[in-house]
């Protein structure tokens, strides 16, 4: 692409005769993914300053720099355009690039604290099971039909959100469903306008560490709404505190769901068990039976937001029926087989005080006996809610085991003891080796309990601060439960 096109958005009086005919080959905001001919983007972000990599682009083959301040020093032959905003930036060189790709496919946007990827993964369904291609871009990996992708953050950077969109455009790929984080709202990774649907879950304690207070937290997730055009859709959780806040803040239309009939889709007639769930849903005048293997009420709000979407884009009700009766979710609720003795164990990603509360009390309801529960909290992460955690599990749960989790940089013990500080009970105990944690929740389980690991669901490794190592919670326990018997 010429230069000149690239940042006509950005910088429309730059007619400058050598940039007339350059051509720009690629973008990059790693100097370590830079080619001959590349634009090198150059930004101070939260760990890290791409400003101190300018020079590394250049040798790789950087032309043009862009940033918000010019370096001391730049060679002759390269560019340097500087912007006010460099986040801002980002996002217009990205989808300039690649030719604007959103236009293309219709965005799902989804955030909230919790069930983004509950909710990513039902919109898939129901969009595949309709012969609508659907991708999807979130927190265990970004896919389009057969290909599946590792992701580092929920919400990637624009370059890697706007290059997955357009690949997904020329594979022709009509809907992605987009996880969208408060993280990539404040850093500007995505442009609200560019989405179709906006799904809003929830809002519970999280992030603190970075947003500093709840209502900071909730600001940054207001920013998808009030900045979406009139033409999409807002699909609101009326049953959240936080809802009415944003029905006034947004242009949008309104879709609401929920367990009450001031929603515009509910559901009632709810019937709970560890087999899943059987309810009725109300939408817009219809009225329809729903069977899902999915397990807990609190999933009922993500079928339902599932179901709005679907809905206002015209699928039909029995294929949606179809679309819910059997979802995979990696590591949310996802149950492990257990022929050793009658106790029924799962595994989920709940890493915040909220996310613990609704999985216990979703399992307290259909439990036959005791609930045991692993759990622990992540290291250099919001330390605030590490005792909200520890006193929900040992409240709700009949017995804790608390354990590590992923440690990193932080001394495992000491995450533990700020677990314990908000513990009230002495229904618990601690064991730093999650494995052996696991293992000691097997072998105090009796017929009728329920175990649950919680913290890490999906994810395939543990972190410490001088290793990583592999750990899968679900083989971990297939091999205790093969060691047991």
């Given at each position: 692409?010429?230069?000149?096109?690239?940042?006509?958005?950005?910088?429309?009086?730059?007619?400058?005769?050598?940039?007339?005919?350059?051509?720009?080959?690629?973008?990059?905001?790693?100097?370590?993914?830079?080619?001959?001919?590349?634009?090198?983007?150059?930004?101070?972000?939260?760990?890290?300053?791409?400003?101190?990599?300018?020079?590394?682009?250049?040798?790789?083959?950087?032309?043009?720099?862009?940033?918000?301040?010019?370096?001391?020093?730049?060679?002759?032959?390269?560019?340097?355009?500087?912007?006010?905003?460099?986040?801002?930036?980002?996002?217009?060189?990205?989808?300039?690039?690649?030719?604007?790709?959103?236009?293309?496919?219709?965005?799902?946007?989804?955030?909230?604290?919790?069930?983004?990827?509950?909710?990513?993964?039902?919109?898939?369904?129901?969009?595949?099971?309709?012969?609508?291609?659907?991708?999807?871009?979130?927190?265990?990996?970004?896919?389009?039909?057969?290909?599946?992708?590792?992701?580092?953050?929920?919400?990637?950077?624009?370059?890697?959100?706007?290059?997955?969109?357009?690949?997904?455009?020329?594979?022709?790929?009509?809907?992605?469903?987009?996880?969208?984080?408060?993280?990539?709202?404040?850093?500007?990774?995505?442009?609200?306008?560019?989405?179709?649907?906006?799904?809003?879950?929830?809002?519970?304690?999280?992030?603190?560490?970075?947003?500093?207070?709840?209502?900071?937290?909730?600001?940054?997730?207001?920013?998808?709404?009030?900045?979406?055009?009139?033409?999409?859709?807002?699909?609101?959780?009326?049953?959240?505190?936080?809802?009415?806040?944003?029905?006034?803040?947004?242009?949008?239309?309104?879709?609401?769901?929920?367990?009450?009939?001031?929603?515009?889709?509910?559901?009632?007639?709810?019937?709970?068990?560890?087999?899943?769930?059987?309810?009725?849903?109300?939408?817009?005048?219809?009225?329809?039976?729903?069977?899902?293997?999915?397990?807990?009420?609190?999933?009922?709000?993500?079928?339902?937001?599932?179901?709005?979407?679907?809905?206002?884009?015209?699928?039909?009700?029995?294929?949606?029926?179809?679309?819910?009766?059997?979802?995979?979710?990696?590591?949310?609720?996802?149950?492990?087989?257990?022929?050793?003795?009658?106790?029924?164990?799962?595994?989920?990603?709940?890493?915040?005080?909220?996310?613990?509360?609704?999985?216990?009390?979703?399992?307290?309801?259909?439990?036959?006996?005791?609930?045991?529960?692993?759990?622990?909290?992540?290291?250099?992460?919001?330390?605030?809610?590490?005792?909200?955690?520890?006193?929900?599990?040992?409240?709700?749960?009949?017995?804790?085991?608390?354990?590590?989790?992923?440690?990193?940089?932080?001394?495992?013990?000491?995450i533990i003891n700020d677990i314990t500080r908000g513990v009230k009970k002495n229904n618990f105990h601690i064991e730093i080796?999650?494995?052996?944690?696991?293992?000691?929740?097997?072998?105090?389980?009796?017929?009728?309990?329920?175990?649950?690991?919680?913290?890490?669901?999906?994810?395939?490794?543990?972190?410490?601060?001088?290793?990583?190592?592999?750990?899968?919670?679900?083989?971990?326990?297939?091999?205790?439960?093969?060691?047991?018997?």
């Amino acid at each position: 692409m010429k230069l000149t096109k690239l940042i006509e958005d950005l910088c429309p009086a730059c007619k400058i005769k050598k940039i007339i005919n350059r051509d720009i080959k690629g973008i990059a905001l790693d100097s370590r993914k830079v080619r001959r001919d590349y634009l090198f983007i150059a930004i101070k972000g939260v760990k890290d300053d791409g400003n101190k990599y300018i020079n590394d682009a250049i040798d790789r083959g950087a032309t043009v720099i862009v940033g918000e301040s010019a370096p001391r020093f730049v060679n002759p032959k390269v560019i340097f355009l500087r912007v006010k905003d460099g986040r801002s930036a980002i996002l217009s060189l990205a989808k300039k690039y690649f030719l604007d790709p959103q236009e293309k496919i219709k965005l799902i946007g989804i955030t909230g604290t919790n069930g983004k990827t509950t909710i990513s993964y039902i919109v898939e369904k129901i969009f595949n099971e309709n012969g609508s291609n659907c991708g999807v871009i979130g927190t265990i990996n970004c896919r389009y039909q057969n290909k599946i992708m590792p992701t580092l953050n929920t919400t990637p950077n624009p370059i890697d959100i706007y290059g997955l969109l357009k690949n997904m455009v020329d594979k022709k790929v009509n809907y992605c469903a987009v996880e969208v984080t408060s993280h990539a709202l404040e850093q500007k990774r995505i442009s609200p306008g560019d989405y179709h649907y906006a799904v809003f879950t929830n809002i519970g304690w999280d992030h603190l560490d970075y947003h500093k207070n709840i209502e900071k937290y909730f600001l940054a997730k207001l920013k998808l709404f009030k900045n979406l055009k009139r033409n999409s859709f807002a699909v609101i959780n009326i049953d959240d505190k936080y809802a009415k806040r944003i029905m006034k803040s947004t242009k949008a239309r309104v879709i609401t769901y929920g367990l009450k009939k001031n929603a515009s889709i509910y559901a009632e007639d709810i019937e709970l068990s560890l087999e899943g769930l059987n309810f009725t849903v109300r939408a817009f005048g219809e009225s329809f039976l729903v069977k899902t293997n999915l397990i807990g009420t609190y999933n009922i709000y993500n079928i339902l937001a599932g179901i709005a979407v679907a809905l206002k884009e015209g699928v039909n009700i029995k294929v949606i029926k179809k679309a819910l009766r059997n979802i995979y979710v990696p590591g949310r609720l996802e149950k492990c087989e257990c022929r050793v003795k009658d106790v029924d164990i799962f595994v989920d990603f709940a890493h915040t005080e909220d996310a613990l509360r609704n999985v216990i009390l979703a399992l307290k309801k259909i439990a036959r006996k005791r609930i045991i529960v692993v759990f622990g909290c992540g290291g250099d992460r919001d330390k605030l809610k590490r005792p909200k955690m520890g006193k929900v599990v040992t409240e709700l749960a009949d017995y804790a085991i608390i354990t590590s989790d992923n440690p990193r940089t932080e001394e495992p013990l000491d995450i533990i003891n700020d677990i314990t500080r908000g513990v009230k009970k002495n229904n618990f105990h601690i064991e730093i080796n999650r494995k052996l944690a696991i293992i000691k929740a097997l072998s105090i389980s009796e017929r009728g309990d329920i175990v649950l690991v919680a913290g890490k669901g999906h994810e395939k490794c543990q972190i410490f601060k001088d290793k990583v190592i592999d750990f899968d919670d679900r083989k971990v326990i297939k091999e205790c439960l093969k060691s047991l018997n």
